[in-house]
């Protein structure tokens, strides 16, 4: 359902002219806003409405920041060494697992329709019970933050609200009673770790960056600082010259850590900043932006933060998804880049790379262009025992070439297993010949 712009703006303008409107809001305000708009308001959050007169000023003090003088100052020295970060780690990481071995559920190659429907389910029933797993006691699932060049370099544990919006995300359209109380306990999660006036971070160390804030605004949209959208005004101001988002929101007091290899205008951050925010005059330079490195074949190593084109294209495929139609244009140009995208043999590169196509070919309407029944087939061959499937990179900066910060790479079997139990649910929901 679509929300005004600013609904907070729309209420106040309403309420102006509107006597019952405004007795209403004072009396029980909580009940009004979900009323007037069609919402549900996430549960244990108060909501006040004062009423200013011509004798009586209101001022409103933001709440106290999340983290007190003393440790914003530890985040700061601490990242110089790497100590900080590293106490904000969860260890131990185990060692990565090898692959199951190809066929591991061979046979399947004759099944019928029906046949293969029931097992995609089945896979889809495995795939949640292990994320359901790997989520802990605060609704957070873990990432493993690793080296790509160096398997010797320890690998560590994290848990940024970003990996679990990003799982969310993916569960999102799963129907199961198991996919939405994950979904339900990622949301508190992410509701515990937002700053106000709507922003997150990915580590405490980092300044906050829109893309963690998109990805967690779209899972917590009934949070009444989202859905009265108290962040818009802060996401908008930090816009370069073009018109394009920029990744880190540097406020003054925030340390500037990612100078040395900062890089603005990231594609799938502003996909995901334009699926928050919509369509609006504000968006549409980064709507013709993305328009343009997709028809002009510009995708390729336009992401510092996503190497695979088929992630860039993923998120890409969202953003149309979530404001058509203003980007429905791009439809036919991204599916025709997802598809090029493929190997001789007409195959993905890996089995999160499928997943994503699949998901982002079903996002805009094209899905009928690969071969569903080849894809389901691998996707429940390629999942193992215990209900998960293969760590891979999800995404990192791969072109730091130095040190124990080089190369660093962001995966799990949670996350690939989040991705492709959205597959799944894609292709189930089309039928296969």
Same mark, same amino acid.
């Given at each position: 359902?679509?929300?005004? +712009? ?20 004072? $009396? ?10 069609? +919402? ?5 959050? &108060? ?12 001022? +409103? ?13 530890? $985040? ?10 590293? @106490? *904000?780690?969860?260890? =131990? $990481?185990?060692? @990565?697992?090898? =692959? ?10 004759? $099944? ?18 292990? /994320? ?15 080296? *790509?060049?160096?398997?010797?370099? =320890? @690998?560590?544990?994290?848990? =940024?609200?970003? #990996? ?20 339900? %306990? ?6 515990? *770790?937002? &700053?106000?006036?709507?922003?997150? !971070? ?12 998109? /990805? ?15 962040? *818009? ?34 594609? +799938?951050?502003?996909?995901? #900043? ?5 369509? !609006?005059?504000?968006? !549409? ?49 991204? %599916? ?30 094209? /899905? ?66």
């Amino acid at each position: 359902m679509k929300k005004p +712009v600013d609904a907070m703006a729309d209420l106040m303008s309403r309420a102006g002219d509107d006597n019952g409107l405004r007795d209403r809001l004072l $009396a029980d305000p909580g009940k009004t806003i979900e009323e007037e708009l069609g +919402v549900t308001l996430a549960e244990g959050h &108060e909501i006040h409405v004062h009423e200013e007169t011509y004798a009586a000023t209101h001022l +409103v003090l933001p709440p106290r920041g999340k983290f007190t003088a003393a440790e914003r100052e530890e $985040a700061r020295g601490g990242a110089a060494s790497l100590a900080f970060l590293r @106490r *904000t780690l969860h260890d =131990p $990481a185990p060692p @990565r697992r090898s =692959p199951p071995p190809e066929g591991a559920r061979a046979g399947m190659g004759a $099944a019928g329709p029906e046949a293969l429907a029931a097992a995609g389910r089945e896979s889809v029933r495995r795939g949640l019970a292990f /994320l359901e797993s790997t989520i802990d006691e605060n609704g957070a699932w873990h990432c493993i933050r690793f080296n *790509t060049a160096d398997p010797d370099i =320890p @690998r560590h544990f994290e848990r =940024p609200p970003f #990996v679990s919006a990003f799982c969310a995300l993916a569960l999102e359209r799963c129907g199961d009673a198991r996919a939405r109380a994950l979904y339900n %306990a990622a949301k508190a999660y992410i509701g515990e *770790t937002i &700053e106000y006036p709507g922003l997150w !971070r990915y580590y405490r160390h980092l300044p906050q960056d829109l893309d963690s804030t998109a /990805l967690c605004s779209l899972v917590i949209e009934d949070h009444p600082w989202i859905l009265l959208k108290r962040n *818009t005004a802060g996401i908008l101001e930090n816009r370069d010259e073009d018109g394009r988002f920029m990744t880190w929101v540097l406020a003054g007091d925030e340390p500037d850590v990612v100078s040395r290899f900062r890089i603005e205008a990231d594609p +799938v951050v502003n996909a995901n #900043v334009i699926a928050y925010l919509g369509d !609006r005059p504000e968006t !549409r330079d980064a709507q013709r932006w993305l328009e343009a490195l997709v028809t002009e074949g510009r995708i390729e190593g336009s992401s510092k933060w996503y190497p695979d084109e088929v992630a860039i294209c993923y998120a890409i495929a969202r953003a149309v998804l979530r404001i058509q139609p203003s980007l429905d244009r791009l439809r036919p140009i991204l %599916a025709e880049r997802l598809l090029d995208l493929r190997d001789e043999k007409g195959e993905f590169a890996n089995i999160l790379q499928a997943a994503q196509a699949v998901s982002a070919l079903y996002n805009i309407g094209s /899905l009928e262009k690969i071969d569903g029944k080849r894809q389901l087939e691998r996707l429940v061959n390629s999942q193992r025992d215990d209900g998960s499937w293969q760590e891979l990179l999800a995404f990192g900066d791969q072109s730091l070439k130095w040190g124990t910060v080089g190369q660093i790479g962001h995966g799990s079997e949670a996350v690939t297993s989040a991705f492709c139990v959205e597959a799944l649910e894609c292709l189930l929901d089309v039928p296969t010949a």
